[in-house]
Nanobody, 120 residues
């Protein structure tokens, strides 16, 4: 099983990026998908989640209204559209697959991350 993130890079504050996470999961559609991030010197933190059906989403307060999570089951891919980026969004972004949108149940699979750097 592989989760491969892409789309990271360097962007100016106020700009936008779209991250993708392609999964080699045979039954991608049964998994809830999550995005986390880890800034330098900080612990990994939750960013956004989407249910297996795509009907439910959840966001960290720090990104609510700026980030949008979506999924395309035909492509086994989850996306994170990031707008109005701030320097404090700088981090390595990870996607994860889980059996539930409820994060307390844990993640089944993790990607290796993609770096997002927001310059001021």
């Amino acid at each position: 099983v592989q989760l491969v993130e892409s789309g990271g890079g360097l962007v100016q504050a106020g700009g936008s990026l779209r991250l993708s996470c392609a999964a080699s999961l045979r039954t991608f559609s049964v998994y809830a998908m999550h995005w986390f991030r880890q800034a330098p010197g900080k612990e990994r933190e939750f960013v956004a989640s989407i249910s297996d059906s795509g009907s439910s989403t959840d966001y960290a307060d720090s990104v609510k209204g700026r980030f949008t999570i979506s999924r395309d089951d035909a492509k086994s891919t989850v996306y994170l559209q990031m707008t109005s980026l701030k320097p404090e969004d700088t981090a390595v972004y990870y996607c994860a697959a889980a059996g539930s949108i409820r994060r307390e149940y844990g993640m089944a699979y993790w990607g290796t991350g993609t770096l997002v750097t927001v310059s001021s």
